[in-house]
């Protein structure tokens, strides 16, 4: 065997995960015939059997759910490859920044100009994201550089500390819990998070604004705007950094303090196979802009 082709690769994958060869066939753009005599080409280069096939659906076998899973491991990979390939060979390649709006803890401004001071800067590109894809986009190959909430997703990836800062509860100001100025968690009992949550159960990220993978949501969330809405009319709390609650003073909301509530953590994250010298240039502005801010400053003062 010669290696895997990456197009019956592909074909597979769709088919496993569409378990239906014809939803497959219409997720790829093709018809069936070829579709199911490639993933039966991939069966016999491999000699097992990766289906089971029905007249209603497909399931994997034992072996089809391991091609599954490094399969989509490989595809990422390939894509990946593919992505940072064409990026490099642009005449003038930029720095690409994964961003998600308002959780870069403030930094990201004085970074990107103590970075157009090293004699190794380039253009800088801000790659806008969704909550916690940050991480994910320098796995495929989107972006170069990434300010990430923690904990994240690290495979892969190599990163340094920038800075903690307190986490604030964020609750309706009608709440009578906003007459109190420091809480405790065991205080917010009976609330929840976004994606459903009780919110006084230790938090295994206190940061982390996504919904949880365990919990169903009571809402659904896609961004920032929807949480401090939720917030606002008494749906929910969230625990938020405090630089995103510096930038969302609303009358609506109060922000308050939470005693055993642990701080935010960010750091500043790249692929571990990255050897641009832009990238070396942009972590050492990013150490040298964070180690300023964590003297004190400007998060102490928004304390008082």
Not at 60 to 81: F, M, Q, S, Y
Not at 187 to 196: E, F, N, Q, R, T
Not at 255 to 274: G, I, K, N, T
């Amino acid at each position: 065997m010669n290696g895997l082709d990456v197009r019956r690769l592909e074909y597979f994958v769709a088919v496993a995960e569409e378990q239906h060869f014809g939803r497959a066939a219409e997720r790829l753009h093709m018809t069936q015939p070829p579709l199911s005599r490639a993933v039966q080409q991939l069966e016999d280069e491999l000699g097992v059997t990766l289906l089971r096939r029905t007249t209603r659906r497909v399931e994997l076998t034992p072996a089809g759910e391991v091609l599954l899973r490094d399969a989509r491991i490989a595809l990422d990979a390939v894509a990946a490859a593919e992505r940072r390939t064409r990026h490099a060979g642009q005449p003038s390649p930029s720095l690409r920044i994964a961003l998600k709006a308002d959780l870069d803890a403030g930094l990201l401004q004085g970074i990107l100009a103590a970075f157009a001071e090293e004699p190794e800067a380039c253009e800088t590109e801000l790659v806008l994201v969704s909550i916690g894809e940050q991480a994910q986009t320098l796995r495929d190959g989107r972006a170069d550089a990434a300010i990430v909430p923690a904990p994240y997703d690290d495979r892969g990836l190599d990163a340094v500390p920038l800075l903690s800062e307190p986490t604030l509860v964020a609750m309706a100001a009608s709440d009578p819990l906003a007459a109190r100025d420091t809480l405790r968690l065991a205080d917010l009992a009976g609330h929840v998070l976004p994606g459903g949550r009780a919110a006084d159960q230790y938090p295994a990220n206190a940061g982390d604004l996504r919904p949880s993978a365990n919990t169903p949501a009571r809402h659904t969330v896609a961004d920032l705007t929807e949480i401090l809405r939720l917030v606002e009319i008494g749906a929910i709390v969230a625990f938020l950094p405090l630089s995103v609650t510096r930038r969302y003073p609303r009358p609506e909301i109060a922000y308050r303090a939470v005693a055993d509530l642990p701080e935010s953590e960010f750091v500043l994250a790249w692929p571990q196979q990255a050897t641009s010298r832009a990238v070396a240039a942009f972590v050492r502005a990013a150490e040298n802009v964070a180690a300023g801010v964590g003297a004190g400053g400007e998060f102490l003062d928004a304390r008082r």
